[in-house]
């Protein structure tokens, strides 16, 4: 009676600590919360477009025009600016980093720090090889995640020029239609859930971009909800090992007995008379060893790298 | 028509003939001898009659003892003379005098003490530093006045084994050859049978002190026993033995086994498996020696549970149990716990 009672008090006294620690995880979490530096979308679509570098449609300024209205409709769609730059010859010879850098530089200065937005920087400068990246920037960065941008690269290839190939306008105008089809389609499936978020660590400005209550937010510290979860994992680890020290401590305070009656033999009175080991059965088994066959299973990552508050997906063609 | 009557040379119980097995068998201690084994044994026995010198020592033994009495524990505690016990070691309670000894508790032999209080308490507080968790005033200065030189009352059994062991070992080995795998299984009849003989296994005649904790100090060094003499009870306290030698043959019968297995179990080789179908070790002979023994003795009263310590005094060999403050350890793991929680905390981004 007395045990059991015992039990459901240690019960009582875990449940009672488990809520205090949530309890005191959540006022944690809330009290270290960080600036949301979030700009949003500012509903000013027109500052979306196509910069032609290249002069691609020098010659149809109709096809300019047009391309610049979808991209403007598509803006509006998705509520994200959009800025899609195609490089012409300055830009021969630049680096997957200098790329990176320069769309994320352009995109800023076109619509400002921690907007909601994408900038696609389409490689026509010739070099080899072709390098496209994609610069998300705010809330862009939970709708374009790598299997979106890869997504984006893989259906953009169609229509892109291989490698110091030559294009064709009507490709490039397929290729911007293509990708404003695509950033609609991500941008309706994307479901806003609580604690999605992007962790840019490799900005120069680090900063975490997650959508709470619909809201975007991008922070300098991390989600609440991932915060929230490296302190419960924390705490589960000190829990654990504040138990195994109890443990191994009670254990040291346990009797330990260290008698060894053996030593008490007199060797030179004890004697064995009777000592055989004699071999009364020898059997051989055998089986025949089953031949298996393995496979191998290949990996595959990926990774870039960038200057800004923005996060990257790269791609060669 | 006289009925002959044997007594049990393991416990000196009477032994009674069992038509089951055809055995004489002791009741009290459990052991069996054919008629043939107990007439063997019975022949060899001496009937010595105590020498004048013996005597004498029995008398002067019985008019120089007193016995005190623990009324709260019921301990008896001897000392002699010229020496007055004012408390009990084990439960720290007064003790009053009772009386003198009889020299049927007159020890054999005795070993003196090797080890003075200083060295005793010395000992204690390297042993008790390394245990932070022990409640405060167990390493306080009036606990270790409560450190004493005891002698405690010891039954010293030689024991003749008969030992009967018989298996059946597997040796295995494996081996590959071309697509095949093979194993060869060697079976062995192994066969172990002799007289193993076992001397000095001591069993304390006290009931008070823990079996476990008086076995954790041995072994004494028999080499320096004496013949028993008052004044070697000069300075220090003594216990009347509670339990005598038919009361202690079951553990001295238990640890005399676990003396003959190892002697038989090392005998045998490596073997994979061994599957044993007999395996018996009879004690067919015990011949006894009362002693007194050495120890330094402390006792400590914690949340109703007693905590003994003690310290061989011809070795310095130390056990015991160290009585745990739960209150202080659970406050250091949860510190600790939290103190981790928090680093971590921060390693891993929890607060940022």
Not at chain 1, 259 to 284: F, G, H, Q
Not at chain 2, 45 to 66: G, K, L, R, Y
Not at chain 2, 186 to 197: A, H, P, Q, S, T
Not at chain 2, 307 to 330: C, H, S, V, W
């Amino acid at each position: 009676m007395r045990r059991s009672g015992n039990v459901l008090l240690t019960i009582v006294l875990a449940i009672v600590a488990l809520a205090g620690v949530l309890t005191l995880d959540t006022i944690i979490v809330n009290a270290f919360t960080t600036e949301n530096l979030s700009a949003g979308y500012d509903g000013r679509s027109e500052l979306s477009g196509l910069v032609d570098e290249r002069g691609v449609f020098k010659e149809e300024p109709d096809t300019y025009a047009s391309l610049q209205k979808r991209i403007r409709q598509c803006s509006e769609n998705t509520e994200l600016n959009i800025l899609i730059f195609i490089a012409g010859d300055e830009h021969w010879g630049c680096s997957e980093a200098e790329i990176e850098r320069y769309n994320d530089d352009l995109y800023d200065e076109t619509f400002g720090e921690y907007t909601d937005g994408v900038g696609y920087y389409m490689d026509l400068s010739g070099q080899s090889p072709a390098h496209d990246d994609i610069s998300v920037s705010g809330k862009a960065a939970v709708i374009i995640e790598e299997e979106q941008a890869n997504g984006i690269f893989s259906a953009l290839d169609h229509y892109l020029p291989k490698s110091g190939a030559g294009y064709g306008t009507g490709d490039i105008r397929d290729a911007v239609e293509v990708f404003c089809d695509k950033l609609e389609s991500y941008h309706s499936e994307y479901k806003p859930s609580n604690y999605k978020y992007f962790h840019d660590k490799e900005a120069k400005t680090p900063v975490y971009v997650f959508v709470k209550d619909g809201e975007t937010y991008v922070t300098t510290g991390r989600a609440p909800g991932s915060k929230f979860k490296r302190l419960l994992i924390a705490e589960l680890i000190g829990t654990i090992v504040g138990l195994v020290t109890y443990i191994v401590t009670r254990k040291k305070y346990k009797f330990k007995n260290t008698a060894n009656p053996s030593v008490y033999v007199a060797r030179e009175k004890s004697a064995l008379t009777e000592r055989s080991d004699v071999l009364i059965r020898s059997y051989v088994t055998k089986h025949k060893i089953s031949s298996s066959s393995g496979g191998s299973r290949g990996g595959f990552g990926g990774g870039g790298g960038h200057g800004g508050s923005h996060g990257h997906f790269g791609h060669s063609r | 028509m006289d009925a002959a009557i044997y007594k049990c040379p393991n416990c000196n119980a009477d032994l009674k003939f069992d038509p089951v097995t055809q055995k004489l068998s002791c009741e009290y201690c459990l052991s069996s001898f054919t008629i043939d084994e107990i007439k063997k044994l019975c022949a060899d026995a001496e009937n010595s009659i105590p020498d004048q010198a013996a005597v004498q020592e029995q008398q002067e033994f019985e008019e120089h003892t007193n016995l005190y009495h623990c009324s709260s524990c019921g301990a008896d505690i001897m000392c002699d003379d010229r020496q007055t016990a004012l408390f009990c070691y084990y439960c720290h309670n007064p003790v009053i005098l009772s009386g003198k000894l009889t020299g049927e508790y007159k020890p054999d032999k005795v070993i003196g003490f090797k080890l003075n209080k200083d060295m005793a308490v010395d000992m204690f507080k390297r042993w008790v530093e390394k245990r932070m968790f022990v409640p405060r005033d167990f390493k306080s200065e009036q606990q270790l006045e409560k450190i004493t030189g005891l002698y405690v009352p010891f039954w010293a059994a030689d024991c003749s084994i008969n030992a009967d062991f018989n298996a059946v070992g597997k040796k295995v080995r494996s081996w590959t050859s071309g697509e095949y795998h093979y194993t060869e299984t060697k079976e062995f009849r192994v066969i172990r049978r002799g007289n193993i003989m076992v001397e000095g296994i001591p069993a304390d005649g006290e009931s008070k002190i823990d079996d476990l904790l008086m076995e954790s100090i041995e072994p004494f060094d028999y080499s320096e026993l004496k013949d028993f003499s008052m004044s070697y009870l000069s300075g220090f306290y003594a216990d009347k033995y509670d339990v005598d030698k038919a009361g202690v043959f079951p553990r001295i019968r238990t640890r005399a086994s676990q003396a003959g297995k190892k002697v038989v179990r090392d005998s045998i080789g490596s073997y994979t498996s061994l599957n044993v179908s007999v395996e018996q070790y009879n004690i067919m002979k015990t011949d006894w020696q009362y002693m007194m023994l050495p120890v330094w003795f402390m006792s400590y009263k914690y949340k109703d549970k007693v905590y003994e310590f003690a310290i061989n005094g011809q070795t310095g060999k130390l056990a015991g149990t160290p009585p745990l403050d739960r209150r202080k350890l659970r406050l250091t793991c949860l510190a600790l716990g939290v103190g981790i929680s928090l680093i971590l905390g921060f390693i891993g981004g929890g607060f940022i």
